[in-house]
């Protein structure tokens, strides 16, 4: 494959190649001004989790590394006072995640791995004479020593409790007896399992019988936690946090620490098909079973975020049973009468990841938003809306007093920490991790354009130039489709479909946010339910010709289409009913089969309300726009991909797409990794997923593509 890689570039003298290279399983930076390539972007260091301290002076946040010879991902800890001029960071924890501060702010709590399971650790800072003493920490004190990992926690205001997240059996009364069924199944020596219901398996694991149930626990007089904590989801038959992304947004405390609010969907016989979640609550001291506050909304309740005065409860709710991709309203919940109403019924835009401020006026949020990701505030009487970040992306923050530290990316620059007050003003970088090899790494300049979609509806692409672009040249394209569908491309830094890759590649990059995409309104956003090959099909067609027409730069002959999940159905629906304007494809993880999809996935609510139901109810509206119906039409050369592990779009989805191609001697090859699920995450991989697409791009863009026709 790296000689093809190598025998592409040289048919392609034009184009750039990335110079950093890969050696015996570690990559060699180049430290020379160089296209951007994938070895930088799997080298990124990742900034995640911002958490400010009690008196908003200190930033603690978790720091992802590569380590490329070891294939995985490796979590510290750091620390940066953000008065010290520079914010010079300190590494706290050489391994873990989850930083959080105890209400004094003198130590910071995280998790890490103790004999191969999953703790709660505490540092302890001594307070000198300039603040804390960050160099001078206390060694780490595992607090938390229980037998099964923690899967998430959260701290009581008053510091003197945590909530604790483990997956348990149903039938077992603590902690150890789900450990002595672990260590029973592993001496087993027959592997079958027998399932009564569904979920069978989720994402990209096989359900096991264990259920994420939360717990409390209680610090003693030297800090550390019971082996056994107390069991406060009694009853609940459901995940707390959910399966496969919960976290701990799910859950809360009520200011006074007496209280725990969760959200949960219960299983029964449904829950392959059912996006029923509720908000719950139950005394901190587990002396009731939990109340259901959210019964009479059949659709997803979620997020509890109580008011510092503890009166009202603010969560965020759809609409509509069974569609995953509503619009999340803020719901206030008044605590003494039970009467509930919508905070923003008149904000046209989907509410997430929501805190509140001090003296509880203002809401803060995050949502799509045309192209980008801002945050937003919102006032908690008048459901006022005001856009506090607006530009990029911001994928996490925390409020604290007057000071807002947020995690924020665009299409050029991954993600970094920085400081903002309430209103939006005085943003300051306070985190610099990646300058290095963002100064040597060339990337593309990308713009954003309108055109007249659908129905003569506005939708919005953008497009992004090849690395040392030149007026009067023209360019190979690559036309990204996103997937969801309910998502979009935004000005935005991703490791898996980041445009400067391509563009690193000598690619010009289009790419649209069709209807169906997130951002633009909620009726722009359901308008692609039941019409997975309509509306968005007839916005590519017209966002393409308006980039030819716009982007003089772009080589319409010379244009491969590519997408995953979503946008590989959409290019298997190309493949048959709209193939001429390009040389090749490349589909990730895509439906080849809408009819069997839905047999075949694990989320059923997703098929039925895509598709108005269940296939055996109108199975004419998985045939209405099904790939597998026009394979009689295929021409175009198609590299698939699909993965071992993928349980959302199972691989016999590409594996019948490959057979397809084959069998009608189209050029295709097929690339799949055992070990990977809908995404592909490990670093070696990723490398190798982007060498082999990059090479199917350029053989079939070649000036001379002609010649490798069979």
């Known amino acids: ?24 399983g570690t990559l060699i930076d180049n430290h020379s001004p160089h296209p951007f390539s994938i070895n930088d972007l799997v080298m990124m260091d990742r900034v995640s989790d911002p958490q400010l301290s009690p008196d908003s002076r200190y930033a603690a946040y978790s720091l992802r590394s590569t380590d490329y010879a070891g294939n995985k991902g490796i979590n510290a800890i750091y620390v940066q006072d953000l008065t010290q001029s520079g914010y ?14 105890s209400p004094d702010g003198h130590s910071l709590y995280y998790v890490a791995q103790a004999n191969d399971i999953a703790q709660l650790w505490r540092l302890d800072f001594s307070v000198g004479k300039h603040g804390l003493e960050l160099v001078n920490a206390s060694a780490p004190v595992q607090v938390s020593h229980g037998q099964l990992d923690i899967d998430a926690y ?52 096989w359900a096991d019988g264990r259920r994420s149930q939360l717990y409390v626990a209680h610090f003693g007089a030297d800090g550390n936690l019971p082996a056994e904590p107390t069991l406060l989801s009694r ?39 059912s996006t029923n979640f ?71 835009r989907s509410a997430g990841g929501m805190q509140i401020s001090a003296d509880g006026k203002t809401l803060f949020v995050t949502a799509d938003d045309e192209g980008q990701h801002p945050l937003f505030a919102v006032d908690a009487a008048s459901g006022k809306v005001e856009k506090l970040v607006g530009s990029g992306a911001v994928s996490g923050y925390t409020v604290v007093g007057k000071r807002i530290l947020l995690a924020r990316d665009d299409l050029k ?53 090849p690395v040392d672009y030149k007026a009067g040249h023209k360019y190979p394209v690559a036309f990204i489709i996103h997937g969801g569908p309910q998502g979009a491309m935004n000005d935005d830094w991703s490791y898996r479909w980041n445009p400067q890759t391509y563009a ?3 690619f010009a990059v289009v790419t649209i946010n069709f209807h169906g995409s997130t951002g633009y309104g909620h009726a722009f956003t359901d308008s692609i339910s039941g019409d997975w090959g309509g509306k968005p099909l007839e916005d590519l067609k017209l966002g393409w010709q308006t980039a030819l027409g716009k982007y003089h730069f772009l080589d319409g002959d010379r244009a491969c289409a590519l997408g995953a999940s979503y946008g590989g159905y959409m290019t298997y629906w190309i493949a048959g009913v709209w193939n001429k304007p390009w040389k090749c494809l ?104 982007h060498e082999t697409v990059n090479a199917w791009l350029k053989k079939w863009t070649a000036q001379d593509a002609e010649s490798n026709k069979p």
């Open 1 to 24: 494959m790296k000689a093809l890689f190598a025998a592409m570039f040289l048919a392609l003298p034009a184009m750039s190649m990335a110079t950093s290279t890969s050696s015996g």
């Open 88 to 101: 010079k960071p300190t590494k706290v924890a050489t391994k873990g995640s989850s930083p959080r501060w």
């Open 154 to 205: 959260k701290l009581s205001p008053d510091g003197k409790s945590v909530l604790l997240s483990y997956a348990v059996f149903a039938d077992c009364n603590d902690l150890a007896c789900t450990k002595e069924h672990l260590d029973g199944r592993a001496k087993d020596k027959s592997t079958g399992t027998v399932y009564q219901k569904l979920f069978v398996r989720h994402w990209d694991t």
């Open 235 to 273: 009853g609940i038959d459901g995940d707390v946090p959910s399966k496969p992304f919960g976290d701990d947004s799910e859950f809360a405390f009520s200011p006074d620490s007496n209280t725990v609010y969760f959200s949960a969907r219960i299983a029964g016989n449904s829950e392959a098909w």
């Open 278 to 348: 509720d908000v719950y609550k139950v005394p901190a001291d587990a002396s009731a079973t939990p109340q259901n506050l959210t019964d009479v909304n059949k659709a997803w309740d979620a997020y509890p975020v109580p008011s510092p005065d503890g009166k009202t409860l603010y969560y965020l709710a759809m609409k509509t049973p069974g569609f995953e991709a509503d619009r999340f309203g803020i719901m206030a919940l008044d605590l003494v009468t039970g009467a509930t109403h919508e905070v923003d019924p008149s904000w046209d």
């Open 413 to 465: 620059h991954p993600s970094d920490l920085y400081t903002v007050n309430l209103e939006g003003e005085d943003l300051k970088q306070v985190t610099h991790f990646n300058n290095e090899r963002l100064k040597n790494a060339k990337m593309g300049d990308t713009e954003f354009f309108t055109f007249k979609g659908w129905n003569n509806e506005i939708v919005q692409g953008y497009v992004v130039k």
């Open 504 to 506: 690193g590649q000598g």
């Open 586 to 689: 490349v589909d990730h993880d895509g439906v080849f089969d809408v009819r069997m999809m839905y047999y075949a996935t694990e989320e059923l609510w997703f098929e039925e309300r895509e598709n108005g139901g269940a296939q055996f109810d109108v199975p004419q509206n998985y045939e209405k726009f099904n790939p597998i119906n026009h394979v009689k039409d295929w021409r175009v050369p198609t590299l698939v991909v699909h993965s071992g592990n993928d349980f959302r779009i199972p691989i016999t989805q590409g594996l019948g797409a490959f057979t397809a191609l084959q069998r009608q001697g189209i050029p295709s090859e097929f690339l799949t990794f055992p070990d990977e699920n809908h995404w592909v995450l490990k670093p070696q991989n990723s490398v190798q997923w």
